[in-house]
T-cell receptor, first 114, second 107 residues
Framework: GAVVSQHPSWVICKSGTSVKIECRSL??????MFWYRQFPKQSLMLMAT?????????EQGVEKDKFLINHASLTLSTLTVTSAHPEDSSFYIC??????????FGPGTRLTVT | GQSLEQPSEVTAVEGAIVQINCTYQ??????LSWYQQHDGGAPTFLSY????GLEETGRFSSFLSRSDSYGYLLLQELQMKDSASYFC????????FGQGTELSVKP
């Protein structure tokens, strides 16, 4: 099956700093990728749809100036959490469809903001 | 808007059969997917129903009734390794997840 990687797998940063998370499709091209956030024992909440070569589409309630998404190539999307605060601490997961309906998820990035 | 409802937790014993139900309200519906997620891991795809009826994949089966906005995941011959969270998700251009059902399989 298709493989999606994320980097880093975990990161600790100080409040007020910015953190960049990379999502790569390793063996297929992804014109669209999705970014989710998951708090402990909760569901995956869709944050935004990342579109190669165009602006991301954000879900209602997600601050686009805080969560910057760049989909610079057919295999790479990045999520930058700007001016991170402790409430941004969460598990961030990306996904991409290879074809059809099946989504392939990255292993996730655990962000802790101190 | 979109909403999905599924039980928050289910407990069963090894070798048993368990059914996890999912009801949904959504616009732009293409189909219903099921994903499994172990603690700390990424969700993995289990099944997809684009049409009404039953889809079988090994020990797992999934069912969809579009007219009832209802689906279920059936897990047979439960094993300890099946202890995980199971999410139904509406496929409609983007994937929207339900709240998840935590399945505990006891010996």
């Amino acid at each position: 099956g298709a493989v999606v990687s994320q980097h880093p797998s975990w990161v600790i940063c100080k409040s007020g700093t910015s953190v960049k998370i990379e999502c790569r499709s390793l063996d297929f091209q992804a014109t669209t990728m999705f970014w989710y956030r998951q708090f402990p024992k909760q569901s995956l909440m869709l944050m935004a749809t990342s579109n190669e070569g165009s602006k991301a589409t954000y879900e209602q309630g997600v601050e686009k100036d805080k969560f910057l998404i760049n989909h610079a190539s057919l295999t790479l999307s990045t999520l930058t959490v700007t001016s991170a605060h402790p409430e941004d601490s969460s598990f961030y997961i990306c996904s991409a469809p290879e074809s059809g309906y099946e989504q392939y998820f990255g292993p996730g990035t655990r962000l802790t903001v101190t | 808007g979109q909403s999905l409802e599924q039980p928050s937790e289910v407990t069963a014993v090894e070798g048993a059969i368990v059914q996890i139900n999912c009801t949904y309200q959504t616009s732009g519906f293409y189909g219903l997917s099921w994903y499994q997620q172990h603690d700390g891991g990424a969700p993995t795809f289990l099944s997809y129903n684009g049409l009404d009826g039953l889809e079988e994949t090994g020990r797992f089966s999934s069912f969809l009734s579009r007219s009832d906005s209802y689906g279920y995941l059936l897990l047979q011959e439960l094993q300890m390794k099946d202890s995980a969270s199971y999410f139904c998700a509406v496929q409609g251009g983007k994937l929207i997840f339900g709240q998840g059902t935590e399945l505990s399989v006891k010996p």
